[in-house]
Structures are given as structure tokens and as C-alpha cells.
């Protein structure tokens, strides 16, 4: 038996990895509605199902009142204690069927309101991913607010309730055709009443469902000015402008209150009426049936099975008003996703795989720069031409970039990601243990990885930070790495380019948050670890350039001198760009000390704290 049991959870468990593994397959982007029922067909066994049980659950509801009359016919007016007690076990079977099949219905709808939204999710994220650094460009973070954190469990949740409101529309039929066999006028009623209660629900759903595409796209812009005012808090302090941008976004805080509040009456309104008319023809039913068994045409248990079928109907009208309510809602919901997944990527898709060629040099047409197969090479230049370089040779957008002398848009893009990496200052640090940050691919295990992880962090120059963590590398860090200082975050996002070790490992500004003598350590560990590999280094550092095997002058996006760090030194360009960004960095170096030994400050304050509490 306990082997059964176990077999059984093993299949189950086998069919969830299977479901959680399995490729998305291509979603249908013509149209909200079009994805929802594409959603739908990709999950028609779960639904069908669903279907099928609220169904029994809902049927048996119905049935309920049915055989409670027949005992009052039967058993209670006709003295029948036999009869009495046979239909009160029919009472109990129908209620243990609507028990057994409403946990089934539990199970499915959880299925049909997680699946869905995991799977839009995975379209969602890879789409985002397709998008690479262009994310920013083409889509607004209100929309990716809204869709990562409301829109994708709206689509889930639109097809389980779907399932409900099925359910409900066959158990309504049911009781329908029941109220017409027993009193066709009470059955009249009925079925004249219902299709107006939604009618009227169905409009006041349309109207709700304008109100909050409007209140998602108020949403969407109050997020995208908060995250504007938050990233350039900075600048607006220096030219004096917090006072008018707080005013603006106040303003549009109470233009989305107002929207909100509209949207709310609306919601508020649609519940009110579908509570109001179904009680409304529950009480219409009542009054009917008492008067027709005033006047013997209905018999008492009839008139208890009646008013059982007028409670009874409030459930299903409700379900049946609530999914379409909730239609509306997943609509607006898929609209906004389908408008994230109709982002097209600046990047040509390129082949789906082929062999990647051996190791060879990179080299950008455009600019005449080439990276040979092994060295560590520096190029001087703007940041704005750091940046069209770095996004050239690192296939972040389409160029006549090669790579062992083959265009890289011909190369497979996954084969290029594994070759070459671009790692810059905006980089990310996300949550969860620093070994994980680290190595997220897990390629390191074991001593002989631990051994080149803790490699990669000296190089980086960031022992002292791992080792001042409680856990070192296994301690858990914020999103963005917030508890660490500019520089210290610039460090760890090296140290996990290093631990990466690509063929190509394209550097921009790597030191430019950190004092000189660190710098000095992180141009050495750069050196040191990368021997033997291609190393591409966009930087103004003296060290840099000194340690640097080759060194070129980019300016206006060409290659105007080459050479060593010393050569270039007579060059009065080179000289002058050299010295004017290092002096940039300097000052812009001065501001992140002062921070960092703040912060130094504070956690000796905490730890003299701490000590104190505990001698105390």
C-alpha cells in the first residue's frame, strides 16, 4: 500500500517537472482575446476537467433541493418512514458527491490559476531577455510593474473562474428545466429574469473594465515618474527642481486617486447589482410558488424544493456574472501583455545553432579596433564611444562586428553569450547567497571551484568584503547589493565576470568607483587571472593602461593610434583624454570615499553597539 501511495506521488511528481520543464511553446499575439483562448487550448485537459467537476458540484447543488421535497412529498406529508429515511440518504449521497467533486474542483482551479500564469510569465521573461539591453529603451518599468506583478495572475485566474462559471451555467440549466416540469410559470420566471440579470451586469462589466485600463495606464505613468525621480534625485538636488517634480508627481498621485476612486464605483456598483438581482428573484420565485400553493397547484414539498431553487440560483447567476466580470478584467490584462510580447528586439534573430569556430580575434570594421586571441587590451576613448564599442563587439546590438572571422550575426546568439561577456558599471547584484551572485551557473563546485572562485575574488581585490560578510559567501545579500558601497559593488560584479572566465571578457570602466591603491590590486588580479584569454578593457586608468599588453586611442568611433601605454604618451590627444577623465574620476572618487566612510562609520558604530550590549 505504501508502496502505491509512493508510486502515485512519484507520477505526480513527474507530471509537475514535466509541466514546469517544458518549452511555452509560441503564444497567439493577434489579440487579447486571442491569447486567452490560446491559453486555454494549451490547457483544455486541465479545464475540461475543471469544467466537468464544477459541473457535478454545481448539479448537485441543484439536486439537493429536488430530493429534499421528494422526502417532504414522500416521506413527511405521506407518513412514509421508510420512504423518509431513503431519501434522506439520497440527501447524504448527493452531498457527498458535491463534497468529492468540489475538492477536485480545489485542485483544478489551482492548477488552471497557476499553470497559465507561469507560463506567461516565462513568454514575459523571455521576451525581456530577447530584448536584452534595449529593455529600458522599448519598454516602461510601470509596464513591467504591471504586468510582472497584477496582469500575469489575472490571466490565471480568468480561466479558473471561467471554469466556475460553466459550471454554474449547466447547474442553472438543470434547475431551469426541474422548475419547468414542476410549474412552467415559476420556470417562466426564471428563465426570463436570469438572462436580464446578465445583460445588466454584463454592461456595468464593459464600463469596469474601461475604468481599469485607464487606472493600469495612470498606474504605468506614476511608476515610470517615480523611478525617473529616484534615479536623477541627485540631479534634481544640484539644479534645485525636488519642489517641481514633487508637485508634478503629487498632482498625478491625485489624478490616479481620482481614477481609482471611479474605478472603485464601478467595482462597487457591479457587486451591489450582482448581489441585488439574484435576491430579487429569489424573492420573486418565493411569492410565486406560496402563491400558487395557496391555490393547490404546487404541494408542499414542491415549495420547499422551490425555495431551495431560488437560494440555489444565486450561487450559479453569481459565477456566471463573476466570469464575466472577470473576462473583462483578463482582457485587460492580456492586452498589456500582449503588448510587452509584440517588443521586438534590436537584434536579428541570427541562427537557432550551428558550430561556434575556434578561438580567434574580435575586431569592429566600423572603428578598425581588433582584440587578438590573448592578452589584455585597453582602449581610451569617450564613454559614449565605450559603449557603442562594448554593444558592438559583445553582439548587444547588430554590427559588421567578426569574431575568428566570422560576421557575429551569423553565429548563434546563445554561442556568442557563452564566448563573449560584456560587463559594465549598471550591472546587477540579485538577491540570495553571494556564492550564487557569484557562480550562478553553478560551474564551480567543490574544492577545485571553490578554489577558482575564491581565485576570482582576490583578483577583484574583494577578500576584505567577503570576509566581513557573517556567512562569507554563502551570506545573503539585497537586491542590488544594497548593503554595499559603489565600489565594493564594482568589485563584486568583477569578481563574477572573472569567475565567469570567457573566451572575451569585455571590461568597461571596471576601477572607476574605487581608490587607487585598490585599483592597483584589481589591475594586477585582472591581469594575473586572464592570462592566456582575450581581455577587452575600456578605461582612463593609468594603472589599467600600464598593465595593459596593447592599448588604442579611439576617437570620434576610430581607431586614431595604437601602441603601449608609454608610446601613446606623446600623443597630446591620448595625454589629454587620459588625464581629463582621471581627473573626472578623481572627484567623482572623492564623493564615494566620503560615502563608503560614512558607511564605515555607521557599522562601527552598530558594532561598538552590539559589543556593549553584549559585556553589558
Given at each position: 500500500?505504501?508502496?502505491?501511495?509512493?508510486a502515485?506521488?512519484?507520477?505526480?511528481?513527474?507530471?509537475?517537472?514535466d509541466?514546469?520543464?517544458r518549452?511555452?511553446?509560441?503564444?497567439?499575439?493577434r489579440g487579447?482575446?486571442?491569447?486567452?483562448?490560446?491559453?486555454a487550448?494549451r490547457?483544455?485537459?486541465?479545464?475540461?476537467?475543471d469544467?466537468?467537476?464544477?459541473?457535478?458540484?454545481?448539479?448537485?447543488?441543484?439536486?439537493?433541493?429536488?430530493v429534499?421535497?421528494?422526502a417532504?412529498?414522500?416521506?413527511?406529508?405521506?407518513?412514509?418512514?421508510?420512504?423518509?429515511?431513503?431519501?434522506?440518504?439520497?440527501?447524504?449521497?448527493?452531498?457527498?458527491?458535491?463534497a468529492?467533486?468540489?475538492?477536485?474542483?480545489?485542485?483544478?482551479?489551482?492548477r488552471?490559476r497557476?499553470?497559465p500564469?507561469y507560463e506567461?510569465l516565462?513568454?514575459?521573461?523571455?521576451?525581456v531577455?530577447?530584448?536584452?539591453?534595449?529593455?529600458g529603451?522599448?519598454?516602461?518599468a510601470?509596464?513591467?510593474?504591471t504586468?510582472?506583478?497584477?496582469d500575469?495572475n489575472?490571466?490565471g485566474?480568468?480561466?479558473?473562474?471561467g471554469?466556475?462559471?460553466i459550471?454554474g451555467?449547466a447547474g442553472?440549466?438543470?434547475?431551469?428545466?426541474?422548475m419547468l416540469?414542476a410549474?412552467?410559470q415559476?420556470?417562466?420566471?426564471?428563465?426570463?429574469?436570469v438572462?436580464?440579470?446578465?445583460?445588466?451586469?454584463?454592461?456595468?462589466?464593459?464600463?469596469?473594465?474601461d475604468?481599469q485600463?485607464?487606472?493600469?495606464?495612470?498606474?504605468?505613468?506614476l511608476?515610470?515618474?517615480?523611478?525617473?525621480v529616484?534615479?536623477g534625485l541627485?540631479?534634481?538636488?544640484?539644479?534645485?527642481g525636488e519642489?517641481?517634480?514633487?508637485?508634478r508627481?503629487?498632482?498625478?498621485?491625485?489624478?490616479?486617486?481620482?481614477?481609482?476612486?471611479?474605478?472603485g464605483?464601478?467595482s462597487?456598483?457591479?457587486?451591489?447589482?450582482?448581489?441585488?438581482?439574484?435576491?430579487?428573484?429569489?424573492a420573486?420565485?418565493?411569492?410565486?410558488?406560496?402563491?400558487l400553493?395557496l391555490?393547490?397547484?404546487?404541494?408542499?414539498g414542491?415549495?420547499?424544493?422551490?425555495?431551495?431553487?431560488?437560494?440555489y440560483?444565486?450561487?450559479?447567476?453569481?459565477?456566471?456574472?463573476?466570469?464575466?466580470?472577470?473576462?473583462m478584467?483578463?482582457h485587460v490584462?492580456?492586452?498589456?501583455?500582449v503588448?510587452?510580447l509584440?517588443?521586438a528586439?534590436?537584434?536579428a534573430?541570427?541562427?537557432d545553432?550551428g558550430a561556434?569556430p575556434?578561438?580567434?580575434?574580435?575586431?569592429?570594421?566600423d572603428?578598425?579596433?581588433?582584440?587578438?586571441?590573448?592578452?589584455?587590451?585597453?582602449?581610451?576613448?569617450?564613454?559614449a564611444d565605450?559603449?557603442?564599442?562594448?554593444?558592438?563587439?559583445?553582439?548587444?546590438t547588430?554590427s559588421?562586428?567578426?569574431?575568428?572571422?566570422?560576421r557575429?550575426t551569423?553565429?548563434?546568439?546563445?554561442?556568442?553569450?557563452e564566448?563573449?561577456l560584456v560587463?559594465?558599471a549598471?550591472?546587477?547584484l540579485?538577491?540570495?547567497?553571494?556564492?550564487?551572485?557569484?557562480?550562478p551557473?553553478d560551474?564551480?563546485?567543490?574544492?577545485?571551484g571553490?578554489a577558482?572562485?575564491r581565485?576570482?575574488?582576490?583578483?577583484?581585490?574583494a577578500?576584505?568584503?567577503?570576509?566581513?560578510?557573517?556567512?562569507r559567501?554563502?551570506t545573503?545579500i539585497?537586491?542590488?547589493?544594497?548593503?554595499?558601497?559603489?565600489?565594493?559593488?564594482?568589485r563584486?560584479r568583477?569578481a563574477?565576470a572573472?569567475?565567469?572566465?570567457?573566451?572575451?571578457?569585455?571590461?568597461?570602466?571596471?576601477?572607476?568607483?574605487?581608490?587607487?591603491t585598490?585599483e592597483?590590486?584589481?589591475?594586477?588580479?585582472?591581469?594575473?587571472?586572464?592570462?592566456?584569454?582575450?581581455?577587452?578593457?575600456?578605461?582612463?586608468?593609468?594603472?589599467?593602461?600600464?598593465?595593459?599588453d596593447?592599448?588604442?586611442l579611439?576617437?570620434?568611433?576610430?581607431?586614431?593610434?595604437?601602441?603601449?601605454?608609454?608610446?601613446l604618451?606623446?600623443?597630446?590627444?591620448?595625454?589629454?583624454?587620459?588625464m581629463?577623465?582621471?581627473?573626472?574620476?578623481a572627484a567623482?572618487?572623492?564623493?564615494a570615499?566620503?560615502?563608503?566612510?560614512?558607511?564605515?562609520?555607521?557599522?562601527?558604530?552598530?558594532?561598538?553597539?552590539?559589543?556593549?550590549?553584549?559585556?553589558?
Amino acid at each position: 500500500m505504501e508502496a502505491h501511495v509512493g508510486a502515485g506521488r512519484t507520477r505526480r511528481g513527474r507530471a509537475v517537472d514535466d509541466f514546469f520543464e517544458r518549452e511555452p511553446g509560441t503564444p497567439d499575439l493577434r489579440g487579447p482575446w486571442r491569447y486567452l483562448i490560446r491559453m486555454a487550448a494549451r490547457h483544455r485537459r486541465v479545464l475540461l476537467l475543471d469544467c466537468l467537476c464544477c459541473m457535478v458540484w454545481s448539479a448537485g447543488l441543484g439536486l439537493t433541493p429536488a430530493v429534499i421535497g421528494q422526502a417532504v412529498n414522500r416521506g413527511l406529508v405521506a407518513r412514509d418512514e421508510r420512504a423518509l429515511v431513503g431519501w434522506g440518504l439520497a440527501v447524504l449521497g448527493v452531498g457527498a458527491v458535491g463534497a468529492l467533486s468540489a475538492v477536485f474542483v480545489e485542485r483544478l482551479d489551482t492548477r488552471l490559476r497557476v499553470e497559465p500564469a507561469y507560463e506567461t510569465l516565462r513568454f514575459v521573461t523571455r521576451t525581456v531577455c530577447e530584448l536584452g539591453p534595449a529593455v529600458g529603451r522599448k519598454v516602461s518599468a510601470g509596464d513591467l510593474v504591471t504586468v510582472g506583478v497584477s496582469d500575469i495572475n489575472l490571466i490565471g485566474q480568468t480561466l479558473e473562474v471561467g471554469a466556475r462559471g460553466i459550471g454554474g451555467l449547466a447547474g442553472f440549466v438543470s434547475v431551469a428545466a426541474f422548475m419547468l416540469a414542476a410549474s412552467w410559470q415559476v420556470g417562466l420566471l426564471v428563465l426570463t429574469a436570469v438572462p436580464v440579470v446578465l445583460v445588466v451586469t454584463t454592461r456595468l462589466a464593459r464600463v469596469l473594465r474601461d475604468r481599469q485600463g485607464r487606472l493600469r495606464a495612470h498606474q504605468r505613468e506614476l511608476t515610470d515618474q517615480a523611478v525617473d525621480v529616484v534615479r536623477g534625485l541627485r540631479v534634481l538636488r544640484g539644479i534645485g527642481g525636488e519642489q517641481l517634480f514633487a508637485a508634478r508627481y503629487r498632482e498625478g498621485s491625485q489624478r490616479l486617486q481620482a481614477t481609482a476612486l471611479r474605478q472603485g464605483r464601478a467595482s462597487a456598483l457591479l457587486g451591489a447589482t450582482r448581489t441585488f438581482l439574484p435576491s430579487l428573484l429569489l424573492a420573486g420565485v418565493v411569492a410565486l410558488a406560496g402563491e400558487l400553493v395557496l391555490h393547490q397547484r404546487l404541494s408542499a414539498g414542491q415549495m420547499v424544493a422551490f425555495y431551495g431553487y431560488a437560494g440555489y440560483l444565486v450561487i450559479p447567476t453569481n459565477q456566471i456574472t463573476f466570469a464575466v466580470s472577470k473576462a473583462m478584467q483578463g482582457h485587460v490584462a492580456a492586452e498589456n501583455v500582449v503588448r510587452l510580447l509584440r517588443t521586438a528586439p534590436d537584434l536579428a534573430p541570427g541562427p537557432d545553432a550551428g558550430a561556434m569556430p575556434g578561438p580567434g580575434p574580435l575586431a569592429d570594421p566600423d572603428s578598425g579596433l581588433r582584440v587578438p586571441v590573448e592578452g589584455l587590451t585597453a582602449v581610451v576613448c569617450t564613454p559614449a564611444d565605450a559603449v557603442a564599442l562594448a554593444d558592438r563587439l559583445g553582439r548587444l546590438t547588430d554590427s559588421d562586428a567578426t569574431y575568428a572571422g566570422r560576421r557575429l550575426t551569423e553565429l548563434p546568439l546563445a554561442g556568442v553569450r557563452e564566448r563573449i561577456l560584456v560587463t559594465t558599471a549598471e550591472e546587477h547584484l540579485f538577491a540570495g547567497p553571494l556564492r550564487r551572485e557569484l557562480d550562478p551557473t553553478d560551474r564551480l563546485s567543490g574544492t577545485d571551484g571553490d578554489a577558482r572562485l575564491r581565485a576570482a575574488v582576490d583578483a577583484a581585490a574583494a577578500r576584505d568584503i567577503v570576509e566581513a560578510l557573517p556567512d562569507r559567501l554563502d551570506t545573503e545579500i539585497a537586491s542590488g547589493g544594497r548593503e554595499f558601497s559603489g565600489g565594493q559593488q564594482q568589485r563584486l560584479r568583477l569578481a563574477r565576470a572573472l569567475t565567469a572566465d570567457p573566451e572575451v571578457l569585455i571590461l568597461v570602466d571596471p576601477t572607476s568607483a574605487v581608490d587607487a591603491t585598490t585599483e592597483h590590486r584589481m589591475a594586477e588580479g585582472i591581469a594575473r587571472l586572464r592570462r592566456g584569454r582575450a581581455t577587452l578593457v575600456f578605461t582612463t586608468s593609468t594603472l589599467l593602461l600600464h598593465r595593459a599588453d596593447h592599448v588604442a586611442l579611439v576617437l570620434d568611433g576610430a581607431v586614431t593610434a595604437e601602441g603601449t601605454h608609454r608610446d601613446l604618451l606623446a600623443d597630446d590627444r591620448y595625454r589629454a583624454l587620459v588625464m581629463r577623465w582621471t581627473d573626472a574620476a578623481a572627484a567623482d572618487g572623492a564623493v564615494a570615499d566620503g560615502a563608503a566612510a560614512d558607511g564605515a562609520a555607521a557599522q562601527a558604530g552598530t558594532a561598538d553597539a552590539g559589543t556593549t550590549e553584549v559585556v553589558g
